[in-house]
């Protein structure tokens, strides 16, 4: 099933305080954008969400979860918003498995491994700089980094 970005970035914060896997909307974006990929391979194909991410200066970015996130600048992040609908346990456990891996990274390292993904560096700098859905896939088949 295909969730909204907002409901996994809701549950990714809640794991994330559940487990004291303590994150920032930096990080936050990061994750999504590394989950959406590993999910993608994991499915066949699915989506973990259809949001469009956009290459912004510090990587990849999901506009609607950043509004969601942004008055917390690089605190870490506490509470989540208010999720349009609730993940079910398989995915759920699929985030929480992603926050594990990601634990030990900071939110520089995972820009830094952002910037070098051909999604984030063929759109930086375009006067769209929305990363199109087939790069997303394409980098989920065929890894650059």
Sequence with gaps: ???SAKSIASSLVRLSNEHRLWI???KLQKI???SWLEYFRRT???HLFDDEF???KYGPVVPVVYREYWANAANTLFVPHRSPEKVDEKTEAFLLEML???EDMTSSDLVRLSHRT???TNRIGK???TIPMKDMEEEARHPSI
Excluded: V
């Design 32 to 34: 999504l954008y590394f």
């Design 24 to 26: 920032s909307n930096l």
């Design 54 to 56: 956009q290459a912004w």
């Design 118 to 120: 051909k999604p984030w």
């Design 127 to 129: 006067p769209r700089n």
């Design 1 to 3: 099933m295909t969730y």
């Design 100 to 102: 594990e891996e990601f």
């Design 44 to 46: 066949g194909g699915e």
